[in-house]
Nanobody
């Protein structure tokens, strides 16, 4: 199993980024896919999830209206479009097969995880 995130970087407040996560080694189209982030010195925070067929999406209140999750099952890839970025969005963003509203404290608890991509929002 492999999940490889990309698209992170340094962006100014108010800017946008699009994260991608390429999956392999499991039946991607059968899984919820999620984004989870970890800010410096803080715990894991669930951000967003998309149902296996892409028809249902879920967002944390902190990102609702600014972030959009989507997936392409033909490419085994999930995306996170992030707009109107704020400094508090600065974090390491993981792609994972956790369920919506996941509240775990460790990546070892459940699911498949990528290595993460760093997003830094700063002027």
């Amino acid at each position: 199993v492999q999940l490889v995130e990309s698209g992170g970087g340094l962006v100014q407040p108010g800017g946008s980024l699009r994260l991608s996560c390429a999956a392999s080694g499991f039946t991607f189209s059968s899984y919820y896919m999620s984004w989870v982030r970890q800010a410096p010195g803080k715990g894991l925070e669930w951000v967003s999830s998309v149902y296996s067929d892409g028809r249902a999406t879920f967002y944390a209140d902190s990102v609702k209206g600014r972030f959009t999750i989507s997936r392409d099952n033909a490419k085994n890839t999930v995306y996170l479009q992030m707009n109107s970025l704020k400094s508090e969005d600065t974090a390491l963003y993981y792609c994972a097969t956790v369920l919506p509203y996941w509240t775990g404290q460790s990546k070892d608890e459940y699911g498949y995880w990528g290595q993460g991509t760093q997003v830094t929002v700063s002027s």
